[in-house]
């Protein structure tokens, strides 16, 4: 499992050397199962008072 806040589709844009990107992603992401959440994050929210 690979983590990241980074969109695949930017990885272009940070790496810079699209060699580089290309290889990459073709050993990470070619055979993967990826999930893309949405949503709001769980950190940004406010604790509840408990009683």
């Known amino acids: 499992m690979i983590p990241s806040q980074l969109p ?3 990885w272009h ?14 050993r990470l992401v070619g055979n993967a199962h990826q999930l893309e959440l949405k949503g709001d ?5 406010k604790p509840e008072k408990i009683v």
């Open 8 to 10: 695949v589709a930017q």
């Open 13 to 26: 844009d940070v790496i810079g050397d699209p060699t580089i990107t290309d290889g990459i992603t073709d």
């Open 41 to 45: 994050s769980l950190r940004r929210k």
